[in-house]
């Protein structure tokens, strides 16, 4: 297929919130199995992708960031997830022998949050070469190829709302009809690496007896979102990282704290952190929030501030129905 003609996309990449998330055994490999209501929110990354003739039987990137946020560790080479994504599309299908791939990351989601962002963007790479080269893959074969980049990519690709077992890669739509309003807050001096917690949580199970553990009512939670009770519904989100991210980081108990203190009707660590989101009522209550926070930071009474020298970068959204979103592609 000679390409003589730029392809184009322009694909929408969303954070993820786990609602609840509990580590639930071992897997081969040194994975953990889970369990985790995972949800897909309206705080997204924007990837403008261009694809011209190269010269190279290997996949050619040249990939670049925007920084709408803080910036942070994100690699501009292979050791992206993009790349990676890109690279395994290309062992699946061959379609980018010989050609030069560029794609542009307009960022906002924060790195090193637990919200996903990485995961988010290898999905919306894969997505939006497989339409622009007709759909190739099917369904699956793009599922079995995210799998194998992250657990949280699968559930990215189509993201609403699903339970997901496993790695996470095996997943249950659930029907939620109610959109719920989040603020988001993240130190912004502050990231965490996923494997460190998990390593973590392994040494923390084997000092601790059963009595630490959170409480954590999947099926409650999910009866409670179906059934259109959201303020019940948050009475059963929890996370079983949160006792350890907050041994580790203490400040980040007093960041939930403050959510609360300020009338959220939840606040908790999503992921293996460090970001804390908490479900309010409704947008104009994230607004006040978020407006709070800032006005704290700004006359230095935030303990955090005063503590670890913590800035914090506070994210108003919404639940988001769908996971990536191509919005605009064709031939240039």
């Known amino acids: 297929m000679q390409l003589e003609t730029e392809l184009k996309a322009v694909v929408k990449s969303p954070a993820k919130v786990n609602l609840t998330f509990d580590v639930t055994g071992d897997l081969p490999g040194g994975y953990h199995s889970i369990v985790s209501i995972f949800h897909s929110i309206t705080l997204e990354d924007v990837l403008d992708l261009q694809i011209t003739q190269g010269v190279s039987e290997e996949v050619e990137m040249e990939l670049s960031a925007e920084f709408l946020g803080e910036p942070g560790a994100f690699p501009l080479d292979q050791n992206n997830l993009i790349a990676k994504a890109a690279d395994s599309f290309n062992i699946a299908t061959g379609l980018l022998k010989n050609r030069f791939l560029r794609i542009a990351v307009k960022k906002q989601i924060p790195i090193g949050a637990g919200l996903a962002g990485g995961s988010s963007n290898a999905a919306a790479a894969l997505v939006a070469l497989n339409e622009l080269f007709k759909k190739p893959l099917k369904e699956m074969e793009l599922l079995e190829i995210a799998t194998n980049l992250g657990a949280d990519v699968p559930f990215l690709i189509k993201g609403g709302t699903q339970l997901g077992k496993g790695k996470g890669e095996i997943l249950t739509p659930l029907v939620i009809d109610e959109r719920l309003a989040f603020v988001v807050v993240k130190p912004r001096q502050l990231a965490v690496s996923t494997p460190s917690v998990f390593a973590a949580y392994d040494k923390w199970v084997a000092g601790k007896t059963p009595e630490w553990r959170p409480s954590i009512d999947h099926q409650k939670a999910i009866d409670a979102l179906a059934s259109g009770n959201l303020e019940a519904a948050t009475k059963s989100f929890a996370n079983v990282f949160e006792p350890i991210v907050f041994d580790m980081y203490p400040s980040l108990s007093l960041v939930k704290q403050r959510l609360l203190e300020l009338g959220c009707w939840s606040a908790q660590l999503s992921g293996s ?39 914090i970068d506070c994210f108003i959204a919404e639940s988001s129905g769908s996971g990536v979103q191509i919005l605009k592609e064709g031939l240039n």
Do not use: I, Q, Y
Request: glycine residues 8%; proline residues 3%; neutral net charge.
């Open 273 to 311: 952190g460090p970001s804390v989101f908490a479900v309010v009522a409704n947008l104009e209550m994230a607004h006040m929030v978020r407006r709070k926070f800032k006005e704290e930071e700004t006359r230095g009474d935030s303990v955090w501030l005063k503590r670890e020298g913590w800035e």
